[in-house]
């Protein structure tokens, strides 16, 4: 553990951040430099280039792989090269059923590229370890499950390039999966990335089934496809669609039921209509955003999506209705930590994602109608508590500077509200919160224990800085009601993956 005497005590001429973990033991791997990280006949084949490097972590035992991947870049495989043998190696191992769960390896990989990213050089490469090691973990939940492989696509089902895109839609509107699996494979084949996101987009906010989980996978699998190479979208697609079409143990076909995790989409399909014409020329309003987060406390999914419809047409700019989305989402958090309340967050930030790629209208309100009906969906019927984002009051630090974060990653293991109030204090006298970033995402580095620290962590410091003031600095004063502190149990995998570079 290290606690805030020692974290103060070390901190010197290298600033307070030093303290929290010493790392520079990745030195030993090259550094990754910010523009990089911008079989049996019965499975699914990749690319030649590719198809070693992910049976290298398929077939390596968990105790072993961190070597044999330091191994590898050693001998010059590069970032990108193991990003994507990662990313294929849980789409062919791990059924992607139901989307979350074991399917986490899968879905924590653009989140660790975004930890990545974000780091100093001589961190990148621990995120995309502790991924490997998630992949291992995840690997054995599936063979104790059923052992599911992806395998070969019927080429005789699939259609012709100039029909695959109809046929595609047809068979997802259906809930028809050898169709899907057939026509996405003619569609991916013969479309642009472009054409493929806006059809994808549209049914991974479709359905409220996984708690999200499906948006988020269209998200992330696409995120991570821009980095990898599209040459990887294949499998990666089959996979997403098979994903979308999850029932979740119903057996009646949601095309021909009115069931209630299909029901705001549904509905938001004609409320979309109501929207005036010029909405995306509204202003920025405070007052709009706090309407948003009212209704978001005590409103039913067909409420809020309709606050959202009035609210945009008196003149209220989507960026104040995503300010409201995010902090309800994070007020969502401070009331009832978890990890329901915590995929509000995360379906958020990858509906925003979604929201800002799309060139479609229609499907930028019908994603802002849907964001807006599933927050109740994850506050259910629990009552409000009264802790709210928008009346937390800002708290002094006792230290000042980078003091005043390790007092705060103290107070997350003792108080979290008064860690949040501490957070608000201290941003109101920064000029940037990356230091407080920074330290949070250091400690997920060297604490975190599962996909969820990652996922959350990556979406939360993304996003906070394209919120208006002052939503921006509440959003991150309610993360740390997840976020580590610097009183929990390290994780382990640091020493591993020091030991493994040692070799």
Known sequence: ?????????????????????????????????????????????????IEPLVRLLEETP????????AARIH?????????????????????????????????????????SLASPDSDRWLP??????????SQAADEREGNWTMAPVDEAAVPASHLARQAFIDAMDNWDESAADAAVVGFARGASSNDLFEVFCRYGARDFRDIGHKAIYVANSFRTLEVIGWHHAEPVLRSLAYALLDRSGTNENPAHADLPADRPFRQNLEAVKQVRPDWLHGKRSSEATTDLLQALRTG??????????????????????????????????????????????TFTNAVHYAWHRTQSDETRRLLLLQNAAFMPLYRGNRADSGVHIDTLEPLAAEATGEEAVAEIFADVNKDRLTAARKVLGYLKDQPSAKPFADAARRLIFLKGSNSHDYKFSSAVLEDYERLSAPWRDRLLAASVFYFKGSGDKDNGLVTRTRAALSA
């Open 300 to 345: 039913s999914p067909s409420d809020t999506a309709g606050v959202t419809v009035k609210l945009l047409n008196a003149g209220a700019a989507p960026q104040s209705i995503f300010d409201a989305l995010f902090d309800g989402a994070g007020e969502m958090l401070m009331q009832a930590p978890g990890i329901v309340s915590l995929h509000s967050m």
């Open 75 to 115: 001998r010059g495989v590069s970032y990108r090269e193991v990003l994507a043998a990662l990313l294929l190696a849980g789409i062919r191992d791990i059924q992607p059923r139901p989307v979350g769960f074991k399917f986490h390896a899968v879905l924590v990989v653009n989140s660790a590229h975004l930890a």
């Open 62 to 69: 968990r105790e072993r792989v961190l070597e044999e991947v």
């Open 1 to 49: 553990m290290i606690h805030r005497r020692s974290f103060l005590k070390t901190t010197g001429s290298a600033g307070a951040l030093a303290a929290l973990g010493n790392l520079g033991f990745l030195s030993r791997l090259p550094t990754v430099t910010a523009a990089e990280a911008t079989l049996e006949p019965r499975m699914v084949r990749f690319h030649p280039d």
């Open 128 to 137: 995309i370890f502790w991924a490997i090691d998630q992949f291992k973990s």
